[in-house]
């Protein structure tokens, strides 16, 4: 009887651990490692190690936004033309509400668009930057582009503030859970508490235009990969010199920094640091090995599978994840050399490696 019960514990664990390993990396600093790829008409979840698909998470439309708690158990995803929320349960990787933003006022239809969204670290409320009109019988009525203060569980605007058009990302600050990073043309930072906006560095509007006017559109923004958001952008001087680099923002010292190339500009979509934050890798058409202090490109080779949108790492540092563009979740080494392929149901826009906690 003994040797019985023992034999169906020993099952037990076994396929707990299947389990596990068939659904995320689970690691010894107590979090499972996933891949959310934003495809089409659905997000699908990748366990990296294998490398293999273990969900398809269902949606409308194109996937974009897609933001995370800070346990990593709950997120939140853009899609359906920009128009509605979906919030996901990343344990059970399945779609457990959604909020449709448009609706009726007393005189037409209130449109809304999304063009920048986030969920907040415990997961009661999303903020969400949108431009919107109303459809009245005969016109258009524009209305001024707010940020959105929406609770998770009534689905209601709790609060809102006007906001500059051109914002395109809402991320909150990992160090302060009250602030959000507000970015369009220039940074803002907005304090939830209060819900009001301040200037924090100009970017496209610097104050002294020898410093040059950046230009940047953050696609693909980063967070808890190295506790830096950085970018590709290319910058516009006095003189008519145009330069391309990247940009980035430090979570730890609250410090915005930039670095020119020392190559030709050349069209760049997305970036990534490494844990060191000494080196970053970035991609389009070409793929840069890049010296965070000089802007030297160390390595400058084609992506293995032409253009490619979105780069991301690994949550332990020590891998590279390629995709977007085309259907190829692509693994490499942090020497850019590919490790591993994986054929995706759809074609991506962009990845984001998650730590769901266990």
Known sequence: MLKRILSICYLSVALAGLFVYSHGHASAEGYTEKVFWAGYNEVTVVNPTVPEVVASIKIKGPARDMSFTEDGKKGLI??????????????????????????????????????????????????????????????????????????????????????????????????????????????YTMDVKEMKLTLKQGIKHPTKPEDGSTNMLMLFPRDRESNLNITPVTTSYPDGRVTEGILWYDFKTDKLKTVAFDKEPVGMFSAVANLEKTHAYVIMNHWYKVDMKTGRVLKDIYPPTGTIYDMNMSADGKKLYLGGGGNDFIIADMDMNIQKTLKMPTDGWSMKVVRVKN
């Open 78 to 187: 853009l899609g359906n033309g920009r128009t509605t929320l979906y919030v996901i349960d990343t344990v059970q990787n399945k779609v457990t509400d959604e909020i449709n933003l448009s609706g009726r006022t007393d005189t037409g239809l209130l449109d809304r668009r999304v063009w920048g969204s986030t969920i907040s670290p415990d997961g009661t409320k999303a903020y969400a930057f949108v431009t919107q009109g109303e459809k009245q019988v005969n016109r258009y009525k524009l209305h001024p582009s707010k940020i959105l203060e929406i609770d998770l569980q009534t689905k209601e605007v709790l609060r809102s503030v006007e906001a500059p058009y051109g914002i395109h990302v809402l991320q909150f600050h990992l160090e302060h859970r009250d602030t959000i990073l507000v970015w369009g043309y220039d940074l």
